[in-house]
């Protein structure tokens, strides 16, 4: 049995001191699908990339690494890059060539092939992944999918032995993710790559990898495949948002009727005729594939963008926050706590509501770091508390819970419900169905430019055929939380005088 | 040069494009000038449509008159007066040489136009990056990293005017409103107290983004062994006989145009009268530059239908 990778007493640390990788002991069978399972922060980026020097983070490595019996410094570089591939997480800034075609080459053109041979690799390669109809489109056209797929095939081209990708769907919509699983699947039981994933959302993973090991407090350990198989999120397991609190006569927060919106004069009609209706104080999840107009009517809800027939009517729009899908748009400062203070005085509130929100989001100790340094979980959690800290009327989401592990959705979902509890109308856009199914108090689906649907999440998701959450690591995360709330509020009441404590 | 223009090598299209500027600048006779401007135009119809070419008419209209009646009304040199305004006389020369003058600026950046709308960054890419590669990478990534920036700024744009909870406090939120909105255009403004430091809060953004990007980019390079050796040059298509023979087309009608546009142009002048016209035949090679490429493009069904998202501009 060859050993793609083997490595023993393998640790790692930072040069500040922080030992992220202990003694691990890692194996990887060469034609394996093996997933790297671990929490957002657990070091699963700094692993995979100990195996490709050229992207090797800075610091003090110890112990043994072999990547198919060899040491992955001490191999020129040439035969590094076309032993062991690496797919990033974020496509799009990782893309380096302005057309598909030239992307794919790139790789080739580093290595010295040969003209002639390089056009026969770039034939394969994008005949395998079904590249040709759009191999002459500019990259800043392809959608996130696209871009993916383009990235492992850029890799691939190069013929590499073993492929590691760090979290390569944590940026795409679940349809694209699926797709380029697929496509993963075939380069690795077709083609014979063996292929290393890290991912902290191993569910839709489960059914295409050989093997899985866990990453925790800096060891590995491996873990049984059926861990991670999906289940459907049953209804005894877990309960709704509660509704009591959205009272029937609260009245509308937000009125559409007969939107018409588009891009520009040149571009299609994203909505077409749309109508809705969100009560105040409730939380509304918008779902539908991609391009059915979820993030164009929170823009059109959020004034950004105008209908050019029928209207939008906002009653809480002086006092709206808009949490956009990347939450970079919304980082100015160089410091986590600069960014919660940079509304503090248009807004009103103190420091101790800063450092208040600072522990209700686990950020006490990343406070001095850069935003652009923490990790995404870490981001998606400084931006909604930076909105939060102004006290908005009508939080408008889009993809609040993507690219997080449970733990840290389960995090957002709790900020989300507190600011509803404590009277904010939510409006999300979501892919994530477990996040709409157990914390939103209606669920809108789009389509074809309209809403489709709009019911109580119960209603919505009990006879579905594709539309069926599943019970995954968000689902389990969220029921802990809220049985710790229930058993929290019992005790308090049986702790209150006249109770039965 | 549209659909015909995909039949030849990138190298044919800069060359009859950088000929016919170059020319078009340097001819300063009516018939050259009017005949570059009609190449030109047809050139646009043909590569970019009636359209786009009819949207470059009007904004170029204005800079048109405004060039040739400021020499008409400036320079008071002729000998044809046309009227006089008290003292003031002014001269058919006069309007001559700025109509010239227009059309000759209108020819260029016609030109211009239908050329980048032939010609891609990766037509770029296949000219030069066999003799300066890092300068063609440098184009590519640049090329695509244009358009990304610019959505960005506007997403960060949107984003800003949509917090509002954030501004109202401090009265800034002008352009929030419950009112309903009726359909008044596509985006409305940012709020009013902001809206001096929101470009260059906007900028800080992109290009912290941007610099970001460029630590993931470096990564990417290096993963893919940038750097480890000498590179290869990818090229889409070699120069071929059938290019090899338009490119000495090209090159023969540009000489010959120059020669006999040169011949043309000493020999006119426009003060103190309008004089020495040049016998028909030394026009002829400069509008088979100007037109022949053009009226071949358009008989052959005009600009291909799926360069929407290839080209430079």
């Not at chain 1, 600011?419 to 157990?438: I, K, N, P, Q």
């Amino acid at each position: 049995m060859t050993l793609a990778i083997e490595s023993s007493d393998l640790g790692f640390s930072y040069p500040d001191g922080t030992q992220v990788l202990e003694a691990v002991d890692w194996t990887v069978e060469e034609g394996a699908f093996q997933l790297l399972v671990g929490a957002t922060g657990s070091g699963k980026t700094t692993l995979l990339r100990q195996a490709v020097p050229a992207i090797a983070p800075v610091g003090e490595r110890s112990g043994r690494l072999r990547v198919f019996g060899v040491d992955p410094a001490a191999r020129p570089p040439r035969e590094a890059a076309q032993t062991a591939g690496y797919v990033f997480q974020d496509p799009a800034s990782h893309i380096v060539c302005d057309t598909v075609e030239r992307e794919l080459a790139f790789g080739l053109q580093n290595l010295g092939v040969d003209p002639p041979l390089m056009r026969r690799r770039l034939a394969e390669v994008a005949h395998f992944f079904g590249i040709e109809p759009w191999l002459h489109r500019p990259t800043a056209e392809l959608s996130g999918g696209q871009q993916q797929v383009l990235a492992l095939a850029a890799c691939l081209a190069l013929r590499p032995r073993i492929v590691l990708l760090d979290e390569p769907t944590a940026q795409l919509d679940p349809v694209a993710g699926k797709n380029f699983l697929h496509g993963l699947f075939r380069v690795n039981r077709e083609l014979g790559v063996t292929v290393v994933v890290a991912t902290h959302a191993p569910a839709a993973m489960a059914d295409y990898a050989t093997d899985a090991v866990a990453l925790e407090g800096g060891s590995l350990a491996r873990v049984p495949l059926d861990a991670f198989r999906p289940r459907p999120l049953a209804d005894a397991g877990g309960h709704a948002a509660p509704r009591a609190d959205v009272h029937a006569g609260a009245g509308l927060a937000i009125d559409v009727r007969d939107a018409w919106v588009r891009f520009d004069k040149a571009s299609p009609w994203v909505l077409r005729g749309l109508d809705a209706a969100v009560t105040r104080g409730s939380h509304t999840a918008l779902l539908g594939g991609n391009g059915s107009g979820k993030t164009t009517l929170l823009k059109a809800i959020s004034q950004v963008m105008r209908p050019e027939r029928g209207f939008v009517k906002n009653a809480l729009a002086k006092g709206q926050a808009f949490l956009p899908q990347d939450p970079r748009l919304l980082f100015m400062c160089d410091s986590a706590m600069e960014e919660l203070q940079e509304w503090q005085r248009a807004c009103g509130y103190g420091d101790d509501d800063v450092d208040e929100m600072l522990k209700r989001c686990g950020l006490e100790s990343r406070v001095a770091v850069h935003p652009y340094d923490l990790s995404g979980g870490e981001r998606q959690k400084l931006a909604l508390a930076k909105l939060l800290l102004t006290k908005p009327s009508l939080l408008l989401l889009d993809e609040p819970t993507k690219g997080l592990d449970g733990a840290s959705k389960a995090e957002v979902a709790g900020l989300i419900e507190e600011a509803r509890a404590a009277g904010a109308t939510v409006v999300s856009a979501t892919h994530d169905l477990a996040f709409a199914r157990l914390c939103a108090t209606q669920v809108a689906l789009l389509f074809d430019g309209r809403v489709a649907a709009a019911e109580a999440p119960e209603a919505f998701f009990c006879d579905n055929a594709f539309y069926r959450p599943l019970d995954d690591a968000f689902a389990r995360c969220w029921r802990a939380r809220q049985e710790a709330a229930d058993t929290r509020t019992r005790a308090e009441e049986d702790d209150a005088p006249g109770g039965e404590g | 040069m549209g659909a015909v223009g995909e039949l030849f090598h990138p190298a044919v299209a800069f060359a009859w494009g950088a000929s016919t500027i170059v020319l078009s600048m340097a001819f300063m006779q009516p018939v050259l000038a009017v005949v570059s401007w009609a190449g030109a135009a047809l050139a646009n119809v043909a590569c970019r449509g009636l359209r786009a070419t009819a949207a470059s008419f009007a904004w170029q209209a204005p800079l048109m008159a405004l060039v040739a009646l400021g020499n008409f009304v400036f320079a008071a040199q002729g000998s044809t007066e046309l009227f006089r305004i008290g003292a003031r006389a002014f001269y058919l020369e006069s309007l001559v040489f700025g109509c010239v003058m227009a059309l000759s600026l209108s020819a260029m950046l016609l030109w211009f136009s239908a050329l980048f709308s032939v010609a891609t960054p990766d037509d770029v890419l296949d000219l030069v990056g066999g003799v300066l590669p890092v300068t063609g990478l440098l184009t590519s990534m640049t090329c695509s990293l244009v358009p990304q920036f610019t959505r960005r700024g506007r997403a960060v744009r949107d984003v800003m005017a949509a917090n509002t909870a954030a501004v109202r406090a401090s009265g800034g939120a002008g352009g929030a409103s419950g009112d309903p909105c009726r359909a008044r255009g596509r985006r409305r403004p940012l709020p009013g107290a902001a809206s001096l430091r929101q470009p260059l809060r906007v900028l800080t953004v992109v290009v912290g983004w941007g610099l970001e990007d460029s630590l993931d980019r470096a990564a990417s390079c290096k993963a893919r062994a940038w750097g480890s050796g000498p590179r290869t040059r990818y090229r889409r298509r070699g120069l071929r006989r059938t290019d090899a023979l338009a490119l000495a087309l090209v090159g023969a009608l540009a000489l010959a145009s120059l020669v006999c546009g040169l011949c043309a142009t000493d020999a006119f002048a426009f003060y103190p009268h309008l004089r020495g016209w040049a016998p028909w035949g030394l026009y002829a090679p400069w509008a088979a530059l100007c037109l022949l490429p053009s009226a071949a493009t358009l008989a052959l069904g005009g600009r291909s239908g799926d360069d929407a998202g290839d080209r430079i501009i």
